[in-house]
């Protein structure tokens, strides 16, 4: 037993090391030098990149194996969230407004 | 979808204010940052919570302690590696493999951590150590966010960082002490992250290249999720859908001929 609990934290300081360095690594050494215009310009598109690729495979990929399904739950509450976003640039508005619109969508299979 | 008028801030936005003197000014007192991220983080921590469940049931179900598991989500600090070593430990993989896999799978912070530099300019390298440890997919769309904004203080965007990190370890540890008495599903809570990115990239669309680049990485994102197991596609997809973006904005600039 206090072997296996040895184990267990040996793995999660492993696990936390290689998790740590893809973090720190860029910030300390991209934080503390002049940037080239190019550079800075592109690092400006990568948010929008990331949050879209986590964005669509959220969405509109399900399953295991996984595969595109265009119109279910999320896909359809995203929709009326998206909407609201864009009228009302609210994150905490959009976040209840998503939630109360799956809730409903998942209970009751309104929409559908 | 109705495509938002493009506002002309698009063009260079040049740095940032420099973060480095408000810091050493310390013209904001410590409480106020913590205010502004706490009420910047509370999405996140509503999206944790059923995340943080899930974990700690699953975890405790394959012989993790609460210490072990509280120590996972302290020390690792990232969702989805952290389930998929606990999958993989219930498969009897070699701490090995799966020190290798979450290496893999959390590299994507490479691309965040280099976005977040352009915020964090000339900042302490204790700040930055200690910055880094809470970049995390949820944390960095709040803050780069607020960032774009300016004015988003480098201790407030410091605090949403360890508000959410706080909302995880609390909610995995709830989830191995009680998570399998707590109905799945309830309020839409498994929505909420979801609704939060939705809400975060609209502030991002600050223009038709920005539009472009997100449809071009969200495609390619999904379809190679489908060939790619794991979670390399996020950052393969980003790299070039950020370089097809940025290659627009160049010949877009230069056939207007104001190349620069």
Redesign the interface.
């Known amino acids: 037993m206090a072997e ?2 040895y ?10 090391l ?3 360095i ?11 030098r002049r ?1 080239p ?2 550079f ?22 399900v399953g295991e194996p ?3 399904e265009l119109l279910q739950s ?1 896909s359809l ?2 929709i009326p ?2 909407l609201f ?2 009228k009302t ?4 508005g ?2 209840i ?8 969508r ?1 209970s009751y299979h309104w929409g559908s | ?2 495509a ?1 008028p493009p506002t002309p801030a698009i063009a ?2 040049g ?1 940032p204010d420099p973060a480095r003197a408000r810091l050493a000014e310390g013209e904001e007192p410590l409480r106020a940052s913590i205010r502004a991220g706490l009420e910047a983080a ?2 996140i921590c ?2 944790y919570l059923p995340l943080g469940l899930a974990f700690g049931v699953l975890a405790q179900k394959e ?3 609460l210490l ?1 598991i509280a ?2 989500s302290a ?4 969702g989805s ?2 389930f998929i ?1 606990v999958a993989m430990l219930g498969l009897g993989a070699s ?2 493999s ?3 896999t ?2 893999i799978v ?13 915020h ?4 302490s ?1 204790s700040f ?2 200690l ?3 809470g ?1 995390t ?1 949820e944390s ?3 803050n ?2 607020r960032f ?1 904004e300016a004015g988003w203080h480098p201790y407030r965007a410091l605090a949403v960082n360890h508000t959410a990190n706080l909302a995880w370890i609390g909610s995995t540890i709830l989830g191995g002490y009680c998570g399998q008495f707590i109905a799945a ?8 992250l ?12 600050k223009g038709r ?2 539009a472009y ?3 071009i ?6 379809a190679l ?2 060939v790619h197991p794991g979670h390399s ?2 950052i393969i ?3 070039l ?3 097809l ?2 290659a627009l ?1 160049r010949y877009d600039r230069r056939r207007r001929g104001i190349d620069g």
């Open positions: 296996a609990g184990q267990y934290l040996l793995l999660i300081l492993g696990m936390g290689v998790t740590y893809p973090r720190w690594f860029p910030l300390l050494w991209l934080a503390r940037l215009e190019w800075i310009e592109w690092l400006d598109l990568v948010p929008v990149a990331i949050l879209s690729a986590l964005i669509f495979s959220d969405l509109f990929v996984r595969h595109v999320k509450v995203a969230t998206l976003a864009l640039r609210s994150l905490g959009t976040v407004m998503g939630m109360a619109l799956f809730w409903l998942t | 979808m109705k938002r260079a936005e740095m509370w999405p509503i999206g012989g993790l302690s072990d120590l996972m020390v690792v600090f990232a590696s952290q070593a701490p090995l799966i020190i290798l979450t290496f959390n590299s994507r912070h490479i691309l965040m951590s280099s976005a977040l530099a352009v964090l300019q000339g900042l390298r930055l150590s910055y880094a440890y970049i997919d960095f769309a709040v780069i966010a774009k599903g309830s309020f839409g809570i498994d929505y909420a979801s609704a939060m990115f939705l809400s975060l990239i609209v502030f991002q669309l290249i920005y680049t997100a449809l990485t969200g495609l390619v994102a999904a999720s489908l596609f996020i997809a980003s790299l859908g950020a370089s973006g940025f904005k």
